[in-house]
């Protein structure tokens, strides 16, 4: 039986027609290398028009690289970045952000769904500081959440607010930040929110490998590139990442594929014979599923997993369709029903 990776993740789904068409047009001929290319520059003009923003954008192959980059140049090694305790850069990049930070620590904050309680914040900005403890510098959020639920700009506002009145920078990581706009969020709110770095996801929005990274501080632009470049993330073919960006936004497909995406997790939901663990948001569907029927479903061939607060996840992306959701809940009644 070949294994279904459907629901695995977003990042299983192939590149969207759009992506793949503007990597086909970027191959013609020759052109200049490491991010001087003309479609690298429509690429951060499509960006900035979309933030309505006088940004630097650079293209880069990961979303564990870009988030990782962003945080080291936002907090010292003997400085912390305060995040949700479940987000990507605390729990899911093999401490990445420590290693290209040379030791800056990621320090975990509580909230419901994955949305930091801007309490935790108040608690975690109060502590005293000491020799013998990184103290913050900075404050990563991500939007959509690992969990599937999308903050407001309002929301975001109460957290940026706490940190910048200290001077400390902002990351926001937006791995998912197609399907948080394709519900409503605005993002031409992100820069009067004082993010200084924001990373856009291209991978899970029907990209082939890219994500952009945005660089709204200007002090932040010099030798921004010698920190890509160490870090190998400063490719020389650099038309071939910053292409399906042109694709996905000169299209709108970046916002009209995360809808569909956004779409099919609500109707996934919807079908779902399993009590929901987080609100259904964006393109992520966490149920409660208990062990046995989770190893009959993996045992027939669907490869799903159980997530971080022990649920269990299913994604949807662009290339989701009804007839999979149906397969897969068929999938899963039959394997709520313990054989004799």
């Known amino acids: ?83 949700h305790r479940d987000s990507h850069v605390a729990t899911d990049e093999t401490g990445a952000p420590g290693f290209f930070g040379h030791g800056l620590a990621i320090q975990g904050l509580e909230g419901a769904s994955g949305r930091i309680d801007p309490q935790a914040l108040t608690r975690a900005l109060a502590k005293p500081e000491s020799a013998h403890a990184q103290p913050p510098a900075a404050l ?69 490998p890219a994500e952009a990274i945005v660089i709204f501080r200007k002090d932040l632009v010099p030798r921004f590139d010698a920190r890509l470049k160490q870090a190998g993330q400063l490719p020389s073919k650099s038309r071939f990442y910053a292409a399906p960006f042109v694709g996905m936004f000169e299209s709108g497909a970046f916002i009209t594929r995360a809808a569909h995406a956004n779409a099919m997790a609500r109707r996934l939901a919807e079908l779902m014979p399993l009590p929901l663990r987080h609100p259904v948001e964006a393109n992520g569907v966490f149920v409660e599923m208990d062990e046995p029927t989770l190893k009959r479903l993996q045992g027939a061939g669907w490869f799903v997993y159980r997530f971080i607060d022990g649920s269990v996840r299913f994604m949807c992306s662009w290339a989701t369709t009804m007839e999979a959701i149906e397969t897969l809940i068929d999938a899963v009644t039959v394997a709520l029903e313990p054989t004799p």
């Open 1 to 83: 039986m070949s294994p279904r990776y459907d629901f695995a993740s977003d990042n299983t789904a192939p590149a969207a027609p759009e992506a793949m068409a503007a990597l086909i047009a970027a191959n013609a001929g020759f052109s200049a290398s490491y991010g001087a290319d003309a479609t690298a520059a429509r690429a951060a003009d499509l960006i900035r028009q979309m933030l309505d923003a006088d940004a630097d954008v650079r293209f880069v192959t990961s979303g564990t690289a870009a988030n990782a980059i962003c945080l080291a140049a936002l907090a010292r090694p003997f400085e912390g970045v305060l995040a």
């Open 140 to 208: 990563s959020l991500t939007n959509a959440t690992e969990y599937g639920t999308v903050y407001s700009a309002e929301a975001l506002a109460v957290l940026t607010a706490a940190v910048r009145d200290r001077g400390y920078g902002v990351h926001l990581d937006g791995a998912r930040l197609a399907n948080a706009a394709a519900t409503g969020f605005d993002l031409k709110s992100i820069p009067g929110l004082g993010v200084d770095l924001l990373v856009i996801g291209g991978t899970k929005a029907g990209m082939t």
